[in-house]
Each structure stands twice: as C-alpha cells, then as structure tokens.
C-alpha cells in the first residue's frame, strides 16, 4: 500500500473525480439562468449515457470479457457519477452551506 507524503511523485485522483463537481458549481454560480433551463436535460442525457455504459459492462462481465469499449464505458459510468453529484448538489439551492 502506497502512502502519499508531501513532496511524493504520486497524484491522488481527486482532480479526475472532484472536477466535474467543482466545474458544474463554478457554472452555476456564473450562469444561474442558464443553468436553471439546462440542468434538468443535462441530468437526463446523463443518466441515459450511464445506462447504456452500466449495461454494457454488465454484458462484459457475463460474457467473461474486458475490452477497450468497456474500459469506455467505465470512464463514462465513473463520469457520470460526478457530474450527477454536481448536478444533485447544483439543482438545489443552499444546500452548500453550513448550518
């Protein structure tokens, strides 16, 4: 197991996963309106992107195989997932603050 240390040659993940989050966030607080008309549809396409990689994996898994269109697909699933979290935490409001 690697443990990271200041100064380490070694990148967490956190910019890959948390950077959707914080994009979507920085676009709602800098085009609210816009935001308010496209949130929604970019949730459904979203969510219809996910469905699709979710059943190709499952169709991977039980034919035994791991192609390149699958690690895609994971890719797509692993994004998904983060843009959902910035769409769920962006949709409503003052929920990002404390108290």
């Known amino acids: ?10 990148k967490s993940p ?14 709602k607080a800098r085009h609210p309106a816009w935001w308010f008309c496209h949130a929604y549809r970019i949730g459904w396409y979203t969510s219809m992107a996910m469905g699709l990689s979710l059943g190709y ?12 269109w699958a690690l895609a697909a994971f890719g797509i699933v692993s994004l998904g997932a983060a843009v959902k979290i910035g769409l769920n935490d962006g949709v409503r409001p003052g929920t990002d603050q404390g108290g």
């Open 1 to 10: 197991m690697a443990v990271f240390q200041q100064g380490s040659r070694e």
């Open 14 to 27: 956190g910019f890959a996963v948390l950077g959707p989050v914080a994009t979507l966030l920085a676009a």
């Open 57 to 68: 994996l499952a169709a991977c898994t039980r034919h035994g195989l791991f192609d390149n």
